[in-house]
């Protein structure tokens, strides 16, 4: 069987398996959960073991194997759960996932030897703690026989040390025992008995209806009885014991394996599957197509609308809504909620508030909200970089924490929400927030602001920290310290054609809101014209539109500015910023409100042309130009337009 056409499937089942065992792994590190992520991380390396053994991936399957081995002493309660066992699994958790992703490359087999051993010792630490618990307690009581298995009443016997022809005696309490019900169970053996091969205790199982007193009493008269000690053995008050119900055939779900004796329930008729893997590249083939259907739809919206033909516009119409419907349809199957990429961040704070000495209490909100699976994957960097700027400049220090009357523990909170044709995804700490005076002298330092400032507003801050290798920290650490945090995020977003704000109060926290379209390929915008040249505006960030009249513009501080409805609004004029150099406008000009988080501009242009659903093609700018703009489109004409990057006005 040629495995390679399962790799896929493989490692899609395995990383879920993993991102579950990582979630479950911090559930028992906090000890919420009870005894349920004990059981989810046993079954979770259980599945992964029959998959990756399946597939002949000898290093996976070898670790998981010994992770297997160790939890279920931790399943049984015969390994407590400590400080060092958590970070054995969470290490051996993290060579797991790397092995399986080497694995699927077809790499070398990852070096798991070093691991196997400590896990191995430990499992074998841990039964030899058991043994020498046991025999103990055999050592302490002088009871030597094993106990029989079987149901039934327990029942150990003892003779007198001495007693001549004990194995007769013992044949004889026996038969006493009898009397009392069915003996089911003897050990050792009537026949060893009777050899006189035991030393002067043994034991039975009995099932009988009389009382535990009338047992004992017939049994110690049976002659040369020492002792009878009746009910199940203790055990050794060093090892605790806990029992916990384990579904076989639940952990043989996903491994498309078959359970020796379990039940399979009678099939009733043909199940139908209600849904099926896609690979993601093919959504992005079909993503492609449709965006290239839609640019054709407008070429025929605009031939048809320049016929006089009816049959030719009523045709070009049911044309343009099957595409419309079509397009909903792929662009809706591409949503995915952001709990896909969000379930790996609570391992990520974790292991980096423990490498910096802190206590985070970390939260993940509105993880249902639904991403283009694209834009997902792409957003993930970012707010990997926002996470640990939280964790190391953000939270201090439990005992700094202690001393300003906060909790030890920070607070950090990752959530997303619906934000119109928008999703906006938010990092907030309660920490110590920027400093805003460190970051105005390392500016000051750095030629970047003059030497007379002595303050900064909020976007001259967002610009400032966004820099390129700007840092306000002392040291470098493995978080940050570098100058590649905001800065990376920041050009990131924009490049996904999105938005960056940050909010900050000294010694409150700070919050970090990342405004993104919900797809990449194709957003609704407003085509704009200047002289003859056509510009988009999405939709996203315009709020309404006027037609610029003089009596709305006004003199502010020696700047022209925008009164509409006693709301001020600068002006930007997008002749100047594009630098066109062509006639002047003719007739009145309009004026585009467009606005980002809480604030909003006027954009004067020559005319307004309509809206249009538009392609989004992603291009590199020109070095050191402007960044006025976040990608670009071809509109039915065939004629290129730049998309407008809001952001880059407010």
């Known amino acids: 069987m040629n495995n390679a056409q399962y790799a896929e499937l493989f490692l899609t089942e395995s990383r879920e398996h993993v991102s579950a065992i990582n979630h479950s792994l911090l559930a028992l590190e906090r000890g919420t959960g009870g005894d349920e992520p004990v059981s989810a991380i046993f079954r979770g390396v259980h599945t992964i073991k029959g998959m990756s053994a399946t597939m002949g991936y000898t290093s996976v399957s070898t670790l998981s194997h010994e992770m297997e081995t160790l939890l279920d ?11 060092v066992l958590m970070e054995l699994l969470f290490q051996s958790a993290d060579l797991l996932e790397r092995a399986i992703e080497d694995s699927v490359e077809g790499k070398a087999d990852t070096d798991v030897g070093g691991m196997v051993q400590r896990l191995h010792a430990e499992s074998t630490d841990v039964h030899s703690r058991k043994s020498r618990a046991m025999a103990a307690l055999t050592e302490e009581s002088g009871w030597s026989a094993v106990a029989p298995g079987g149901e039934g009443l327990l029942v150990r016997i003892r003779l007198v040390q001495g007693t001549p022809l004990k194995g007769v005696r013992a044949f004889l309490a026996v ?17 060893a008995m009777q050899a006189d091969d035991f030393d002067h205790d043994f034991a039975i199982r009995l099932h009988t209806s009389e009382s535990l007193e009338d047992v004992r009493a017939v049994l110690e008269k049976a002659g040369d009885v020492k002792e009878v000690r009746l009910g199940e053995d203790e055990p050794p008050t060093e090892i605790p014991h806990q029992t916990m119900e384990f579904n076989v055939a639940e952990l043989a779900q996903g491994t498309g394996l078959s359970m020796p004796g379990a039940a399979v329930p009678e099939p009733t008729g043909i199940r139908q599957q209600r849904s099926v893997r896609i690979d993601l590249r093919r959504l992005d083939n079909l993503m492609n197509l449709i965006g290239e259907l839609v640019i054709t739809r407008g070429r025929l919206l605009q031939i048809a609308g ?75 960097d970012p707010i990997v970089h926002l996470l640990r700027n939280a964790v190391d400049h953000g939270i201090e220090l439990p005992a700094d924490r202690l001393a300003k009357g906060k909790p030890a523990a920070g607070r950090l909170t990752l959530s997303a929400l619906r934000d119109r044709s928008a999703v906006a995804i938010r990092v907030t700490d309660d920490g110590r927030g920027i400093d805003r005076a460190r970051v105005l002298a390392r500016a000051q330092e750095h030629g970047l602001i003059e030497q007379s400032r002595t303050e900064l507003s909020d976007d001259e801050l967002m610009k400032l920290i966004s820099r390129a290798g700007f840092s306000t920290a002392e040291r470098v650490t493995d978080l940050s310290g570098r100058g590649v945090g905001v800065d990376a995020v920041y050009n990131r977003v924009r490049a996904l054609g999105g938005s960056v704000d940050i909010r900050s109060v000294p010694g409150e926290g700070t919050t970090v809101t990342l405004r993104l379209p919900l797809t990449l390929a194709i957003v609704r915008s407003l085509l704009a014209r200047i002289g003859d040249e056509t510009y988009a505006v999405p939709m996203t960030h315009v709020s309404e539109t006027v037609e610029l009249r003089p009596a709305l513009i006004q003199v502010l501080q020696g700047s022209n500015v925008l009164v509409l409805r006693d709301e001020v609004l600068p002006i930007f004029r997008l002749r100047t910023l594009v630098e066109y150099s062509g006639p002047d406008a003719t007739g009145r000009e309009q004026v585009v409100i467009v606005e980002l988080a809480e604030r909003r501009a006027a954009l004067v242009v020559d005319a307004l042309v309509g809206q249009q659903e538009i392609v989004v093609k992603q291009f590199d700018g020109a070095q050191d130009a402007r960044s006025l703009f976040s990608g670009a489109t071809i509109l039915g004409d065939g004629a290129p337009a730049l998309i407008l990057d809001v952001s880059s006005l407010l």
């Open 175 to 191: 038969q006493a025992a009898k009397k009392l019900g069915d003996v089911v169970a003897c050990s050792p053996s009537l026949e």
């Open 73 to 83: 002493n931790v399943r049984r309660g015969t390994r407590a759960v400590d400080a």
């Open 306 to 380: 320049a016929s006089e033909d009816a049959v030719l516009v009523d045709t070009v119409a049911q044309a343009s809504r099957l595409i419309a419907d079509l397009q909903d349809e792929i662009m809706t199957s591409r949503m995915v909620p952001v709990w896909q990429v969000f379930d790996r961040f609570p391992r990520l704070v974790r292991d980096a508030a423990r490498s910096v000495g802190k206590e985070v209490d970390f939260a993940i909100v509105g993880k249902e909200v639904e991403l283009d699976r694209s834009m997902l994957d792409e957003v993930g």
